[in-house]
């Protein structure tokens, strides 16, 4: 199974949205997994009531491409008018899709597989953290070997 990072703006919403739903704590296992929710209860609150939970609708298949570093990002070179990329356009690997300036540096975003850009996250100019979401991507259909 891969491990992912989860980027501290998503951790810090779902901190913020378990403190208002009054959960109290959260445990996780492993192996054969185990999840256990508390909630805080109080004398005017009821306790919750087990409801089921439906199943996550299955999302087409996407890549994301994270901040290489906390900075600035920049959706164009600042010399031109024009982004580096719009949603809807078609992206080689390597491609360069955006840029993040850290002081004086301005480090390139490049795309880490051929695919159609669904969507551009952050807006131009916008502060970002390490590996958060700048753009999501449709990759292009492995080839498949065709030699026998």
């Known amino acids: 199974m891969e491990k992912t990072a989860i980027p501290l703006p998503t951790l ?11 959960l109290s704590s959260l445990a996780l296992d492993g192996k054969h997994w185990s999840i256990r929710l508390t909630f805080a209860v109080t004398p ?8 089921r939970v439906p199943a996550p609708e299955i999302p ?12 600035t990002l920049l959706r164009r070179h600042p010399h031109n008018q024009q982004d580096f990329v719009a949603p809807g356009q078609h992206v080689q ?21 051929s695919g159609t850009v669904q969507a551009l996250t952050p807006q131009h100019l916008s502060p970002v953290e390490y590996d958060e979401e700048i753009l999501t991507f449709a990759p292009l259909a492995d080839k498949v070997n065709t030699a026998r």
């Not at 810090?12 to 009054?22: F, N």
């Not at 993040?100 to 795309?111: A, I, K, M």
Request: net charge positive; proline share 15%; charged share 10%.
């Open 12 to 22: 810090r919403a779902l901190a913020r949205k378990m403190q208002s739903a009054g």
């Open 44 to 51: 005017s609150t009821p306790p919750p009531v087990s409801a």
């Open 60 to 71: 087409p298949i996407t890549q994301r491409i994270g901040a290489p570093m906390p900075g």
């Open 93 to 113: 690997a390597g491609d360069v899709v955006a840029l993040v300036q850290v002081g004086p540096l301005y480090v390139p975003v490049r795309s880490s597989a």
